[in-house]
């Protein structure tokens, strides 16, 4: 399984940008997924996640922000950031998991750069 994310690039402060995460159709509709981030020298954390029946969860950093939601036209999920900040310049990974034949598959984009900066 493949995941495939664009939309990153460089922005001014409170500008929006649309990160999307393309993945292949199978298991689409049992996957949970999730964004993730990391910044230079700090550990990856959680963005957002969604659930496969479309429940979400955010950090308390980006509540009110960022928006995750379910593409199915590319079987992945969207995360929409507004009024962005400098902190939250990273690199965003996109994560999805299911469960087959009882494991739980886990798979990871290659990652997209997102700057904030004036």
């Known amino acids: 399984v493949q995941l495939v994310e664009s939309g990153g690039g460089l922005v001014q402060p409170g500008e929006s940008l649309r990160l999307s995460c393309a993945a292949s159709r199978n298991f689409f509709s049992i996957s949970a997924f999730g964004w993730y981030r990391q910044a230079p020298g700090k550990q990856r954390e959680l963005v957002a996640h969604i659930t496969d029946g479309g429940s979400t969860a955010y950090a308390d950093s980006v509540k009110g922000r960022f928006t995750i939601s379910r593409d199915n036209a590319k079987n992945g999920v969207i995360l929409q950031m507004n009024s962005l900040k400098p902190e939250d310049t990273a690199v965003y990974y996109c994560?999805?998991?299911?469960?087959?034949?009882?494991?739980?598959?886990?798979?990871w984009g290659q990652g997209t750069q997102v700057t904030v900066s004036s």
């Open positions: 994560h999805r998991s299911y469960v087959f034949a009882g494991n739980t598959i886990n798979n």
